[in-house]
């Protein structure tokens, strides 16, 4: 299913198009797509990654890079996510790279998300969502994010943290099934010292593409920049 939404993204993506591309195991499939159409149909774009790990995959399928600040505005970001609501507000930030995902979105015309339909939720916060912070007393950032939250927070990684590409730690806020405010959610977290970015995209998602055991389907955000 991962396969088959990273691939369907493609049709999106035309020729002379700056394109973000995501991270994770979904989009992976949307980066080898690229590579291929590429080398095999003459398709000529710029990426832009928003991980190591996701340059490092572009890179050896094909697809040519630039900075962010290279161009203007990306024509198009497609990522993954960890779940998405009716509004298309996101959880995202299981792979760690939440914090570069939202700055190459930010500076996109449009975003489109790969998934299967497991990631479908009528309400966001059953997935832990993340929170990148500084490594300097990340326990008292813990300790305040553990006050707005309902459910346990944990340091991603444990024993050995887990390092994001930007030398930050992940924070994994239980929030027990209910982000009822996303958006206001958001900008409490922003709040607390340390925290660098937060998991939780609002208003940014303008459509998915999602494939399920009955064959892969485009949702489209009413009024969005997708149509
Ligand atoms: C990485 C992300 C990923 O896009 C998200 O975790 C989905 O990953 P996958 O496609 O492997 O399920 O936000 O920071």
């Known amino acids: 299913m991962k396969r088959a939404a990273g691939i369907a993204a493609c049709n999106w993506v035309k020729d002379g198009m700056a394109v973000g591309l995501g991270t994770g195991s979904t989009v992976s499939h949307t980066v080898v797509e690229l590579g291929r159409l590429i080398s095999d149909e003459g398709l000529s774009i710029v990426g832009v990654p928003t991980s190591i790990a996701t340059r490092d995959l572009a890179l050896s399928v094909g697809v040519p890079l630039v900075g962010l600040s290279d161009v203007e505005i990306l024509d198009l970001v497609i990522d993954g996510t960890d779940e998405f609501d009716p509004s298309f507000s996101l959880i995202k930030g299981g792979g760690g790279a939440l914090t570069r995902e939202k700055i190459v979105a930010q500076r996109s015309r449009a975003m489109l998300v790969v998934a299967d339909e497991t990631k ?5 916060g059953t997935f832990p969502l993340p929170v990148e912070v500084l490594p300097f007393e990340w326990e008292v950032t813990m300790s305040r994010l553990s006050e707005i ?4 927070v944990k340091l991603r990684g444990a024993s050995k943290p887990f390092v994001t590409d930007n030398g930050g730690y992940i924070i994994d806020c239980d929030y ?6 996303p958006k206001l959610l ?9 925290v660098v970015e937060v998991g939780l995209f609002c208003g940014i998602c303008d459509a998915v593409v999602m494939a399920g055991g009955m064959g892969v389907e485009t949702l489209l955000k009413e ?4 149509v």
Do not use: H
């Open 186 to 194: 958001e900008s409490e977290i922003l709040c607390v010292a340390g």
């Open 176 to 181: 027990q099934g209910v982000i009822s405010n």
């Open 223 to 226: 009024n969005g920049r997708i």
């Open 149 to 152: 939250c309902p459910g346990k």
């Open 120 to 124: 479908q939720v009528q309400v966001l």
